[in-house]
């Protein structure tokens, strides 16, 4: 299954770099997501894209930045990142409204080493 | 606020043994929707089904069972003769029916199927 793509796959980088991860849905959807799986924590939604307007940021830290271009692509700009950011990010993708099922499809993931 | 837990942290059987994965939620919506995915090694999440909070039938797909329960705020899975290739992470989920239909995701159960 390709639904949704994500890469680079496996991401190393030092805490002044600046990187950028990016998600890319081939289902027709309207909204688009991303996740941080950490070994200490749950599954934590990050940001919700809906028609390409961003309608949640969960308190998540100014170093990362959402973008969303148009409803098929999603990225998350990194920088000066610190080492309890490393974490695999999953993207994910979903369609809101009367139509839509609320289930979410989700990419392979980025897993992201701060060093 | 929604929450959503998965007391079993890890759990070990046998193959062809039986297993069941239990799910406790909490939420003030009175309609919702629940779901359960699978985290192979791959890391990817895999849909394994999702469940309308209005629909408490039980649902059965090949060896994969669902026990919804309304009562309890409980959706139990179970897998009858298990598999190794059942082995991964299992997470149960809860969003809401409207809005931002944002998932929150219990702490996952590690499943290990030994030969």
């Not at chain 1, 081939?26 to 070994?39: D, F, T």
Request: proline share 4%; with cysteine.
């Amino acid at each position: 299954e390709t639904g949704v793509t994500q890469t680079p796959r496996h991401l190393v980088m030092g805490m002044t770099n600046k990187k950028s991860l990016k998600c890319e849905q081939h289902l027709g959807h309207n909204a688009m997501y991303w996740y941080k799986q950490s070994a200490k924590k749950p599954l934590e939604l990050m940001f919700v894209y809906s028609l390409e307007e961003r309608v949640e940021n969960n308190s998540v830290p100014s170093r990362f930045s959402p973008e969303c271009p148009n409803s098929s692509h999603l990225f998350l700009h990194l920088h000066t990142l610190q080492p309890e950011d490393s974490a695999l990010y999953l993207c994910a993708s979903s369609q809101r409204g009367r139509q839509g099922s609320g289930q979410q499809y989700f990419g392979p993931g980025t897993r992201l080493t701060v060093t | 606020a929604q929450k959503v837990t998965q007391a079993q942290t890890e759990i070990s059987v046998v193959e062809k043994e039986d297993v069941t994965l239990d799910c406790v939620y909490e939420t003030r919506d009175t309609t919702y929707y629940l779901f359960w995915y699978k985290q192979p090694p791959s890391g990817e999440l895999v849909f394994l089904i999702r469940r309308n909070s209005f629909d408490e039938q039980n649902e059965i797909s090949g060896r994969y069972s669902w026990n919804f329960q309304k009562s309890t705020s409980s959706f139990n899975f179970t897998i009858t003769a298990s598999q190794v290739v059942d082995s991964a992470v299992y997470f149960c989920a809860l969003s809401s029916y409207r809005g931002a239909q944002k998932l929150v995701f219990g702490q996952g159960t590690r499943l290990t199927i030994n030969p």
